[in-house]
Structure formats: C-alpha cells, structure tokens
C-alpha cells in the first residue's frame, strides 16, 4: 500500500523558514516522481514542485521559484520542500503527491493535480503576518 505522510508543517513569522518532509512507502520511490501542492481556505489546490528521485530532475510552479527548494533523500525515501521568506499567503494545508511519472515528462504539465494519484494527508502551515 502506498503511504504518505507529511511533516514539518507549524506556525511561522512572516520571512521565516520552514521545511517540509514527505516520507514515502509502499512503493519503488526511483519509479515514482513525488510533487508538492498546497490548498488554501477557499482556494483551488495550487501545485509547486515535483522531483523524480532516481535523476534529481525537478520543476517549479513560478509562484514559488526562488523562494522554495525541492529535494530527495533516496536513502530515506523522503521528499523535502524547503521554504524560505515565507508569506501570509503561504498559508495553506501543504500535500505531497506520488505517481510513476517523470517530473519533466514531455506531454503533460507535471503540477496538474490529474496527474498524481497517490495523496498525503497533508500538513498545515501558518504564516503570521
């Protein structure tokens, strides 16, 4: 069974630092790219990066580029999302998502949310202002 379980999420002061972790199972993480969404209250659920492990290719939504940063530690099957200079507006329920896709695959767009069918719980950030 695949599981995912996010972590790291809290509360934060405006130009503050978070990071967060998905740790991944039931499944051969080098097969599968994982990406990050999040979902804020009344808003449609926003994709912002994806990485597939096995070469480290990774994409960026343009709302985040420069202030987030994607990685992976195949040892410990484990997704992080590093970010930084965080805003008000950040504030969301963050998910990671997993799927046997390429992050940078030549026919879809890798943050469309069809594209993903294994989901996290989800972990919820606050940015104070």
């Known amino acids: 069974e695949v599981q995912l379980v996010e972590s790291g999420g809290g509360l934060v002061q405006a130009g503050g630092s978070l990071r967060l972790s998905c740790a991944g199972s039931?499944?051969?993480?080098?097969?599968?790219?994982i990406a990050w969404f999040r979902q804020a209250p009344g808003k449609e659920r926003e994709g912002l990066s994806c990485?597939?492990?096995?070469?480290?290719?990774?994409y960026y939504a343009e709302s985040v580029k420069g202030r987030f940063s994607i990685s992976a530690d195949r040892a410990k099957t484990t997704v992080y999302l590093q970010m930084n200079s965080l805003k008000p507006e950040d504030t969301a329920v963050f998910s990671c998502?997993?799927?046997?896709?390429?992050?940078?695959?030549?026919?879809?767009?890798?943050?469309?949310?069809?594209?993903?069918?294994?989901w996290g719980q989800g972990t919820q950030v606050t940015v104070s202002s």
């Open positions: 990485i597939s492990p096995s070469d480290g290719s990774v």
């Open positions: 039931g499944f051969t993480f080098d097969d599968h790219a």
């Open positions: 998502a997993a799927d046997q896709v390429y992050c940078l695959g030549d026919h879809y767009y890798p943050l469309a949310e069809d594209v993903w069918d294994y």
